[in-house]
T-cell receptor, first 113, second 109 residues
Framework: KAGVTQTPRYLIKTRGQQVTLSCSPI?????VSWYQQTPGQGLQFLFE???????NKGNFPGRFSGRQFSNSRSEMNVSTLELGDSALYLC????????????FGQGTRLTVV | GQNFDQPTEMTATEGAIVQINCTYQ??????LFWYQQHAGEAPTFLSY????GLEEKGRFSSFLSRSKGYSYLLLKELQMKDSASYLC??????????FGKGTRLSVIA
């Protein structure tokens, strides 16, 4: 079966712009989590969606937002981009919430200039 | 809060055995996961431990001591392709995985 698909793979944006990233989970998976990965901080949790509802949110400013659609696909949006937002954004899908294995997409590499 | 401690980098020789340690302090605990991430690629699942003890899976084994907040990943018969980052992560119930910063392993000939 198809894995987790993230689009686009690479993105270059200018400070102040906004960006939308997309994640299609594995078919049948209902939980989608987003992470930001930077060399210095590792994988940091952004938010988790399950059944179209945000269930958990990490310690990120309100410029970071997301949503999940009825088909479990998820998008995350970052407004008023800052240089420090340059990172690899990873999406992970799980069958259910809780103690289940998470499968990661290839990520979107965002560069803010 | 959640705190993890993993060595930042390790180097080991092809064919050898290496142990990557992870200590954690979390507000809850349901299980500990290990992921492998090659440079420029997505993390992939290696193993998870719910109960104390050793879980063996081919060349990879993972150990957990819940009372000590300690886990290790053991890689045997190292191969060059094992050069990657190894991330430990904790699940605390109905929350997503929280990850440590990872250990970058270099396997040399």
């Amino acid at each position: 079966k198809a894995g987790v698909t993230q689009t686009p793979r690479y993105l270059i944006k200018t400070r102040g712009q906004q960006v939308t990233l997309s994640c299609s989970p594995i078919s049948g998976h209902r939980s989608v989590s987003w992470y930001q990965q930077t060399p210095g901080q590792g994988l940091q949790f952004l938010f988790e969606y399950f059944s179209e509802t945000q269930r958990n949110k990490g310690n990120f400013p309100g410029r970071f937002s997301g949503r999940q659609f009825s088909n479990s696909r998820s998008e995350m949006n970052v407004s008023t981009l800052e240089l420090g937002d340059s990172a690899l954004y990873l999406c992970a899908s799980s069958l259910e919430r809780g103690l289940t294995e998470a499968f990661f997409g290839q990520g979107t590499r965002l560069t803010v200039v | 809060g959640q705190n993890f401690d993993q060595p930042t980098e390790m180097t080991a020789t092809e064919g050898a055995i290496v142990q990557i340690n992870c200590t954690y302090q979390t507000s809850g605990f349901n299980g500990l996961f290990w992921y492998q991430q090659h440079a420029g690629e997505a993390p992939t699942f290696l193993s998870y431990n719910v109960l104390d003890g050793l879980e063996e899976k081919g060349r990879f084994s993972s150990f957990l001591s819940r009372s000590k907040g300690y886990s290790y990943l053991l890689l045997k018969e190292l191969q060059m392709k094992d050069s990657a980052s190894y991330l430990c992560a904790v699940n605390s119930g109905n929350t997503p995985l929280v990850f440590g910063k990872g250990t970058r392993l270099s396997v040399i000939a």
